[in-house]
């Protein structure tokens, strides 16, 4: 399996000061998948996803994608080597413009514009500052952003807990169109149903670690939970 993975990650530790923010957590996740990662509040899903794509570099552990080993010091790295995130805080700054973030990450902006127009989101000027823009569509910028890189493993960290259905709708549309064109995904959401329904695999993590993975149409929630739990239910 891990040998034609998209994604391959063994051993990834991290600690922040005193705090283990993740112990060893293994993630595999192959082409053309969509992958949930799951597990309680603290669970180390966050910091794990940080480590992937150079937000913060990771102590222990490797990984390869596509069979080229990861070590990231910046996200724009990222974007280079087939990797970009929306991450669980957006990471725009407040103060500038849309057009000045997207120029600080070396995104084309006609490109963004070109994805925005694409899923329908209206009313968004780049000319704008980002704090005068409500979250959600912050949110749906990010996800153009990402997209503009057109990453081979688009990350998203709890990109819907900030949205309304039609514009999750959106975000799983965006999900399905990149592992049919043969890229992947890895899904975070606390949302079961989702996961269920747009995921094809999932791993669990625990207290810093992978603790399960499996087809969540085949576990459905209870198994999910149990998982998470580390509990018969
Ligand atoms: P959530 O679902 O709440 O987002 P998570 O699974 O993403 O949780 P992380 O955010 O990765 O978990 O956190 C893992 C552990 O690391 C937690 O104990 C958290 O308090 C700690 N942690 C995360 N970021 C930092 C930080 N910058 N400094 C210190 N500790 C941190």
């Known amino acids: 399996m891990s040998a034609d993975a998209l994604l391959a990650a063994r051993g990834v530790a991290k600690s922040y000061g005193s705090v283990l923010a993740l112990r060893s957590a293994d993630l595999t996740v192959g082409h053309g998948e969509s992958h949930a990662l799951l597990g309680a509040n603290g669970a180390g899903k966050s910091t794990f996803v940080k480590t992937l794509t150079g937000v913060i570099r990771r102590d222990r552990g490797t990984v ?60 968004l000027d780049l000319g704008e500052r980002v704090r005068d823009i409500p979250l959600p569509f912050l949110r749906m910028l990010d996800l153009a952003r990402a997209l503009a890189h057109r990453p081979k493993l688009l990350i998203l960290d709890e990109i819907t807990a900030a949205l309304p259905a039609d514009l999750s709708e959106k975000v799983f549309t965006v999900m399905a169109e990149q592992t049919r064109g043969g890229g992947s995904v890895l899904f975070i959401s606390h949302r079961l149903e989702e996961v269920i329904e ?36």
Not at 82 to 88: D, K, L, R, T
Not at 208 to 224: L, N, Q, S, T, Y
């Open 64 to 123: 390869t994608l596509d069979g080229a080993p990861v070590d990231l010091r910046t996200p724009a790295a990222g974007y280079a080597q087939g990797i970009a995130a929306v991450f669980q805080d957006p990471a725009l700054i407040p103060d500038l413009t849309v057009r000045h973030n997207l120029r600080l990450t070396a995104t084309d902006a006609a490109v963004v514009e070109e994805h925005l127009a694409r899923l329908e989101i209206g009313g």
């Open 198 to 233: 747009h995921c094809d695999m999932c791993t669990v993590f625990r207290d810093g670690g992978d603790v399960a993975r499996f087809a969540p149409k085949e576990g459905r929630e209870k198994r999910i939970v149990q998982s998470m739990l580390g509990e018969q239910m």
